[in-house]
T-cell receptor, first 115, second 111 residues
Framework: EAQVTQNPRYLITVTGKKLTVTCSQNMNHEYMSWYRQDPGLGLRQIYYSMNVEVTDKGDVPEGYKVSRKEKRNFPLILESPSPNQTSLYFC??????????????FGPGTRLTVT | QQPVQSPQAVILREGEDAVINCSSSKALYSVHWYRQKHGEAPVFLMILLKGGEQKGHEKISASFNEKKQQSSLYLTASQLSYSGTYFCGTAYRWGTYKYIFGTGTRLKVLA
């Protein structure tokens, strides 16, 4: 089954404790992206990757890191989480649509709470 | 800057029609539409490209006016399953993979 998986689905952590949210897709998609969703602010892009070893910042990259060492995986790293990073996070992947991402497939989401 | 959607929220009865608008202050290369049901991830509905090419959903249609920098999503004879939040999205410019979603429209269909 074609899918994007994220782990963990729920995470409660404390300020400053490094964490990684994993994302994996089995569709051989070139493009992968991370979004955060907050009430009243909608979906905002954190980082995206056009292919292996190629990543770039979205609209809200501060406090986050990513890497793309393999085509299928795109982990999101919070090196020193803060309460303002409490949010619902989505990973997405798509084929490269000739200059832009095409239909994006989203993972189930990770709800992160930082206390 | 986020594309602005209108209305912010709409309530319909089954069988009624609705139009959701997406308006941008910047030129659009293409527009994508997604629906997100409560507690779920967004799901792709449709893509509209410059030049009028349209792809997507069989029961929902959309238009894209490049000159006005606007797109509209048309839901006809709405069903209960149409309830959710609708987002437009765009990469703004060919060759950029940075992506931005609109402000969202909450739609609720009542029996």
């Amino acid at each position: 089954e074609a899918q994007v998986t994220q782990n963990p689905r729920y995470l409660i952590t404390v300020t400053g404790k490094k964490l990684t949210v994993t994302c994996s897709q089995n569709m051989n998609h070139e493009y992968m992206s991370w979004y955060r969703q907050d009430p009243g602010l909608g979906l905002r892009q954190i980082y995206y990757s056009m292919n292996v070893e190629v990543t770039d910042k979205g609209d809200v990259p501060e406090g986050y890191k990513v890497s793309r060492k393999e085509k299928r995986n795109f982990p999101l790293i919070l090196e020193s989480p803060s309460p303002n990073q409490t949010s619902l996070y989505f990973c997405a992947s798509s084929l490269e649509g000739q200059g832009e991402p095409y239909e994006q497939y989203f993972g189930p989401g990770t709800r992160l709470t930082v206390t | 800057q986020q594309p602005v959607q209108s209305p912010q929220a709409v309530i319909l009865r089954e069988g009624e029609d609705a139009v959701i608008n997406c308006s941008s202050s910047k030129a659009l290369y293409s527009v994508h539409w997604y629906r997100q049901k409560h507690g779920e991830a967004p799901v792709f509905l449709m893509i509209l490209l410059k030049g009028g090419e349209q792809k997507g959903h069989e029961k929902i249609s959309a238009s894209f006016n490049e000159k006005k920098q606007q797109s509209s999503l048309y839901l006809t004879a709405s069903q209960l399953s149409y309830s959710g939040t609708y987002f437009c999205g765009t990469a703004y410019r060919w060759g950029t993979y940075k992506y931005i979603f609109g402000t969202g429209t909450r739609l609720k269909v009542l029996a």
